[in-house]
């Protein structure tokens, strides 16, 4: 249960900062506060599950494998959903990230 919830805790942040980069350019109206509205209940879920997953993880297990579980995520998602350009160095950054978040979760 406590890497469901540390998961849910990235994607709930990875979703929330996809929302803030969709209404970057967007003017400030009423659509754009909806959004920004959603981006932060987001956040604010991804706030949730990270910290009730701190009652069985350490916070120097779940955060790195929060913040490097983000930034894997974070490149697919910007390049699918926004086709931002991936270099190699970004995938193998990711590859080294994975294998990071591998040995930190090893019993």
Same mark, same amino acid.
């Given at each position: 249960m406590k890497y469901i919830l540390l998961s849910a /805790?990235?994607?709930?942040?990875?979703?929330?900062?996809?929302?803030?980069?969709?209404? /970057?350019?967007?003017?400030?109206?009423l659509g754009w506060l909806m959004l920004f509205g959603i981006g932060l209940a987001l956040g604010a879920l991804n706030l949730l599950c990270f910290t009730v997953a701190l009652k069985q993880l350490s916070l120097a297990t779940a955060y790195p494998v929060f913040s490097g579980a983000t930034i894997a995520l974070m490149v697919l998602a910007s390049a699918v959903v926004f086709k931002e350009q991936v270099t190699s160095g970004m995938l193998a950054g990711c590859v080294v990230i994975v294998a990071g978040i591998v040995l930190l979760t090893r019993q």
């Open positions: /805790a990235v994607v709930f942040n990875v979703v929330a900062y996809g929302v803030f980069r969709s209404i /970057a350019h967007r003017p400030h109206d």
